[in-house]
């Protein structure tokens, strides 16, 4: 249940706070990134106190928790902005 907790639950949570906090979308996307990778380091830390995990584990699980954060991020967005309408181009 921790994994889960750890690299699914964790980035969402940190994605929709991060889009609220800030409402521009390259803010909230720098934010979550690495408020995520930091967070991802710590919980690796703290949850295995025997050292078998380190900052090359965190390395290469880091990209799977960020595209979660950065997924979160772009959905919570576009979700307060709505759909635009289409403009339509004349023919010159």
Not at 27 to 49: E, F, K, T
Not at 77 to 87: D, I, L
């Amino acid at each position: 249940m921790e994994p889960l907790a750890v690299l699914v639950v964790m980035p969402v949570l940190i994605g929709a706070a991060a889009a609220f906090a800030f409402h521009d979308t390259t803010r909230a996307s720098l934010a979550a990134g690495v408020l995520s990778s930091a967070l991802i380091y710590a919980c690796l830390s703290s949850l295995d106190p025997g050292g078998t995990w380190n900052g090359l584990a965190t390395f290469l699980v880091s990209p799977l928790v960020i595209a979660f954060s950065l997924a979160t991020v772009l959905t919570c967005v576009g979700f307060r902005e709505g759909r635009r309408p289409h403009r339509r181009r004349h023919a010159t």
